[in-house]
C-alpha cells in the first residue's frame, strides 16, 4: 500500500500540468497507440492544458486588483476561506486516497465492460471532487476508513454517471467531441441548471430573450467580436472597482486577451485528445466486440468549457455580485476570498444547459455562486473539521466553497446536523 501511495503521491505533485500528459499517454498506449502517436497525444493535451492554465492565472491577475478592492469591504468575518486549491490537496494526505485512486480506475473499467458507463474518466487530479466528500465523511464519523473510502467511491460513480448524463450536450454545445464533464461537483448539479432552463420557459416574456456572447459578432459587427467585449468588460470592471486609468487599460486589455486565448488553448488540447478518444473507440469496439466502443467519450476537467465567451463575461459580473451578496447577506461568518478566484467554473454549466442564453445563464450562475458560499458559511465547522482530519493545522474556523457546492458535501453536512 506504502508503495502504490508513494507511486500516486509522486505523480500528483507534479502537478495537473505535468501530471495530465503522462496520463494521458498512458491512456493512449492502454488502447494501442504507437509510442511516438501516444507520447505526441500526450504533449498536446498537456501543451494545452498548460496554456489553458497560464490564460486562466492571467485571468486571476487580471482581477486580482477588482478582488482586492472588495476584500477591503469585507472586515468583522470569523471564518477563514482557505481556497479550494488547498482544501483539494489537503484531501489527497487522508489514508484511503491512495487505495480510492486506484479503485476508482478498476470500478470506471468494469463499468464499461457491463455497460454503466461511457465514460472513460482521466482527470486525476480532480479525484478531489470525490475525495472531499470521503475525507468529509472520514472526518465527522471519528476518522472512519471505511466510511470515507465508500463515499469517495460513490461520489466517483455518481460522477461518472453525471459525466454521462452531460456528454451529448457538452459535445454538441462546446464542440468538443469525444469528451464530457468528469468534473463531479459540477456535472451533478447539471440537471438543477437544465430544470432551471425548463423554468425559464413558463415566464412569459422572459422566455423569448434570448443573447448569445459567442453570436453577436454576426449582429453587431465589431461590438460583438470576442477580444471587443472583453475589452469593455475588462475596462467596466476596472471602473466599478475604482482603478485609475492606467489600471483600467491593463484590466481592459487582459480581459480581451483571455477572451481570445482561451479558446485557443481549448483547441490545442483538442488536437492531442481527438487521436486518444479516436483510438479509444477502436480499442473498446474490438474489446466489447459491438458498437458500445463508437459512445465512448473522454472524461475531462470542466475548464474545457471556458473557451465560450458567456463564462467570461459572466464570470466579470459575478465578481461584484458575490462581494455585494457576502456583504448584504445576514449571518455570513467568512468573506469569499477563495470563491471569487474560482467563479469562471460556476459558469460552465449553466451556460450549457440555457445553450448559451446569456441571460438565463447569468442569473442561474449568479444563483449557484451565491447558494454555494451561503452553504459554505453555515458548514464551516464540518469544513474545520475536514482539515483538522487531513493533518492539515488551522487555527480558528475554516470554510471553502466546495462543502457548499459539491452535492456529496452538503448531504453529509446536513446528516451530520440532523444526527450527528
Request: proline share 4%.
Amino acid at each position: 500500500m506504502d508503495v502504490l501511495m508513494d507511486f500516486f503521491q509522486t505523480i500528483i505533485n507534479m502537478g495537473a500540468t505535468v501530471m495530465l500528459p503522462i496520463v494521458m499517454m498512458i491512456v493512449g498506449l492502454c488502447f494501442r497507440m504507437k509510442f511516438g502517436d501516444a507520447l505526441k497525444a500526450g504533449l498536446m493535451v498537456g501543451i494545452g492544458f498548460q496554456g489553458l492554465s497560464l490564460t486562466i492565472n492571467l485571468l486571476l491577475t487580471v482581477v486580482n486588483p477588482a478582488v482586492e478592492y472588495y476584500s477591503a469591504m469585507g472586515t468583522g468575518y470569523t471564518v477563514a476561506d482557505v481556497g479550494w486549491a488547498a482544501v483539494g490537496a489537503s484531501s489527497f494526505s487522508v489514508p484511503f486516497a491512495a487505495l480510492a485512486i486506484a479503485l476508482l480506475f478498476i470500478i470506471n473499467v468494469i463499468m464499461i465492460r457491463l455497460h454503466w458507463t461511457k465514460t472513460m474518466n482521466v482527470d486525476i487530479w480532480n479525484f478531489i471532487h470525490f475525495l472531499i466528500p470521503g475525507t468529509l465523511a472520514y472526518a465527522l464519523t471519528g476518522n472512519n476508513f471505511f466510511v470515507g473510502l465508500g463515499v469517495t467511491l460513490l461520489a466517483g460513480i455518481l460522477a461518472l454517471k453525471g459525466a454521462d448524463h452531460c456528454a451529448d450536450d457538452w459535445q454538441e454545445y462546446y464542440g468538443l467531441e469525444g469528451t464530457t464533464c468528469s468534473t463531479g461537483s459540477y456535472n451533478m448539479v447539471y440537471p438543477v441548471f437544465q430544470l432551471l432552463d425548463k423554468l425559464y420557459d413558463h415566464i412569459p416574456g422572459f422566455r423569448n430573450i434570448d443573447i448569445d456572447i459567442s453570436t453577436l459578432s454576426d449582429k453587431i459587427g465589431l461590438l460583438g467580436d470576442t477580444s471587443i467585449i472583453g475589452l469593455i468588460v475588462g475596462a467596466i470592471l476596472g471602473i466599478i472597482s475604482a482603478r485609475d486609468v492606467p489600471g483600467i487599460i491593463t484590466m481592459a486589455v487582459g480581459f480581451a486577451a483571455v477572451l481570445v486565448l482561451i479558446p485557443r488553448m481549448v483547441a490545442i488540447m483538442m488536437e492531442g485528445i481527438s487521436p486518444i478518444g479516436t483510438a479509444a473507440t477502436s480499442f473498446m469496439r474490438r474489446w466489447l466486440g459491438d458498437d458500445t466502443g463508437d459512445e465512448l467519450v473522454i472524461g475531462m476537467d470542466v475548464c474545457l468549457g471556458l473557451g465560450d465567451p458567456n463564462c467570461m463575461v459572466i464570470t466579470a459580473i459575478a465578481i461584484p455580485w458575490i462581494v455585494l451578496m457576502a456583504l448584504v447577506i445576514p449571518g455570513m461568518s467568512y468573506f469569499p476570498m477563495g470563491a471569487l478566484t474560482g467563479l469562471q467554473y460556476d459558469t460552465v454549466m449553466p451556460v450549457l444547459a440555457d445553450r448559451g442564453n446569456f441571460v438565463r445563464a447569468l442569473i442561474s450562475s449568479l444563483l449557484f455562486s451565491t447558494v454555494a458560499c451561503v452553504l459554505a458559511s453555515v458548514f464551516a465547522p464540518e469544513a474545520t473539521a475536514m482539515m483538522n482530519a487531513t493533518g492539515i493545522e488551522v487555527t480558528g474556523m475554516v470554510t471553502d466553497k466546495f462543502f457548499g457546492m459539491n452535492v456529496l458535501n452538503v448531504i453529509i453536512e446536513i446528516l451530520h446536523r440532523l444526527i450527528g
